[in-house]
């Protein structure tokens, strides 16, 4: 079975350009979880889609990032217009539904360097 | 609010030798706790978890870990570390909206 799979593993791009990320979840998970973890510090929460609705998007930084989840499958995240600090890797994660959802499974990963 | 602190961001130990890594955890309810692990290139990989069953989990690996509630703390342990031990370790807890919150990374370097 297929893991979590990211897309691009690591993007380097100029401040004011725009970039989007990919994340392909498990086959049949309904919860999908985007975390970003800055240089140094802690892994810190995005957002939360169950299937193609936005469950909980308190974490995202500002009106510069825009997720969605065409369909309740694959999950993009933009960020448009990149900023320095928006420098580090982003993390993609899925779970499934009901007693099982505490159980995310991670992606490796996305390291966005903004220049 | 939840929140994790882990105690030592580089931790390193002779190859047979005991690894301790520390996670205290702050948490206004019952939480559930996690140890993943980060290996290079990888993705986060977990290693056990804690769900209010008993106090002692085992993991993958040979890791295992101990909820003590009364010093909120959830330490991942090894009795002997092996090479392939060397990887970043993260502790998480998380809370009844199943957001999770991590602690700022351990890595682990194995001295031969």
């Known amino acids: 079975e297929a893991g979590v799979t990211q897309f691009p593993s690591h993007s380097v791009i100029e401040k004011g350009q725009t970039v989007t990320l990919r994340c392909d979840p498990i086959?049949?998970?309904?919860?999908l979880y985007w975390y970003r973890r800055v240089m140094g510090k802690e892994i810190k929460f995005l957002l939360h889609?169950?299937?193609?609705?936005?469950?909980?998007e308190s974490g995202m930084p500002n009106n510069r990032f825009l997720a969605e989840r065409t369909g309740g499958t694959y999950s993009t995240l933009k960020v448009q217009p990149a900023e320095l600090e928006d420098s580090g890797v982003y993390f993609c994660?899925?779970?499934?539904?009901?007693?099982?959802?505490?159980?995310?499974?991670f992606g490796a990963g996305t390291r966005l360097s903004v220049l | 609010a939840q929140s994790v602190t882990q105690l030592g961001s580089h931790v390193s130990v002779s190859e047979g030798a005991l690894v301790l890594l520390r996670c205290n955890y702050s948490?206004?309810?019952?939480?559930?706790l996690f140890w993943y692990v980060q290996y290079p290139n990888q993705g986060l990989q977990l290693l056990l978890k804690?769900?209010?069953?008993?106090?002692l989990v085992k993991g993958i690996n040979g890791f295992e870990a101990e909820f003590k509630k009364s010093e909120t703390s959830f330490h991942l342990t090894k009795p002997s570390a092996h090479m392939s031990d060397a990887a970043e370790y993260f502790c998480?807890?998380?809370?009844?909206?199943?957001?999770?919150?991590f602690g700022t990374g351990t890595s682990l370097t194995v001295i031969p």
């Open positions: 889609f169950v299937k193609e609705s936005k469950q909980d």
């Open positions: 086959s049949g998970h309904d919860n």
């Open positions: 804690y769900t209010s069953a008993a106090t």
């Open positions: 994660a899925s779970s499934q539904g009901g007693l099982a959802k505490n159980i995310q499974y």
């Open positions: 948490s206004s309810v019952p939480p559930y």
């Open positions: 998480a807890v998380s809370d009844p909206g199943n957001q999770f919150y």
